[in-house]
């Protein structure tokens, strides 16, 4: 059954992002206040506190021990500026990762003993910041982050252009070619032993195509028939869990769906889209 935030009635509330920890769920995104958007964090459902001054908006959360870290990103309108943004705590100083006129925002978050990796764009660039600073990553133009997986101190990170899909493990980056004359997005990545998984959608002209690729290899997990996106990925005890949406009969609203296996179970309300997994 879903669970759901206790939230003000008379304001749009967005979740991107959840992580557990203990027997905790933290979940970050934005509140759509009057003239801002405004970062916030949940905790068991409950508001807990906002982050960001102006446009401010939450994408990526991560636990370790007490402290929590949220990435996303802010706006200001005059001048235009973007800023990819990584806070720790309610109270500590934040840190701005880049900022620019075109497009900085962290995506995904992920920590490694005393390390914090945010992934995400800087000025369309695919872009890894390691405890607040830029790596370098090769063919990085055009693709900006998406997703970020740590795993046995290797960092793995994914993109796509709409014609190829991209990722990285540490700076080396390695090409996955969609279906010819479709348009593929990547939207999440794991890692499992030597395997690693990448989730997203092929577009087809007419339909949107869940799929996850294992080692480059695609797997389809939609039907092909009504329109379906695969926005996270987790694996656990061999089995591959997806989180995303499918369309209703008759092209009706949205529903968010996970797919254990490949077998999807509706998990939402009508309009409704699940954008991110964690498994215990």
């Not at 979940?27 to 906002?50: A, D, L, M, P, R």
């Not at 800023?83 to 620019?100: C, I, P, R, V, Y």
């Not at 004359?181 to 989730?199: K, P």
């Not at 577009?203 to 080692?215: D, E, F, M």
Request: hydrophobic residues 35%; proline residues 2%; contains cysteine.
């Amino acid at each position: 059954m879903p669970t759901t935030n206790q939230l003000s009635g008379n304001r749009s509330h967005y979740a991107h992002a959840i992580a557990v920890s203990g027997n905790d769920v933290y979940t970050t995104g934005f509140e759509n206040q009057i003239g801002q958007w405004k970062c916030q964090v949940w905790k068991n459902g409950n508001f807990q506190y906002s982050l960001g001054s102006g446009y401010s908006y939450g994408n990526g959360i991560a636990v370790s021990g007490s402290d929590i870290y949220v990435t996303g990103g802010g706006y200001v309108s005059s001048p235009r500026n973007y800023s990819a943004m990584l806070w720790k705590n309610q109270s500590d100083a934040s840190t701005t990762l880049a900022s620019n006129s075109s497009e900085a925002v962290g995506n995904a978050i992920a920590i490694s003993g005393t390390d914090v990796y945010v992934a995400g764009d800087d000025n369309n660039n695919a872009s890894i910041w390691k405890n607040g600073t830029a790596l370098t990553l090769n063919n990085a133009s055009g693709f900006p982050l998406s997703c970020l997986a740590i795993a046995d101190g290797n960092v793995y990170a994914a993109s796509s252009n709409g014609s190829i899909i991209r990722y990285w493990k540490n700076e080396t980056s390695t090409d996955i070619n969609i279906t010819p004359g479709w348009y593929g997005f990547a939207n999440g990545i794991a890692v499992d032993g030597n395997d690693i998984y990448i989730c997203g959608w092929e577009y087809n002209g007419t339909v949107g195509i869940a799929k996850y690729w294992k080692n480059g290899i695609p797997v389809t997990i939609s039907d092909g028939i009504r329109t379906a996106r695969a926005n996270a990925i987790a694996i656990k005890n061999n089995v591959i869990y997806v989180a995303g949406e499918v369309q209703g009969a008759n092209n009706s609203s949205d529903y968010a769906t996970v797919w254990e296996n490949g077998v999807p179970t509706t998990i939402g309300f009508v309009n409704s889209r699940a954008l991110a997994i964690t498994v215990k």
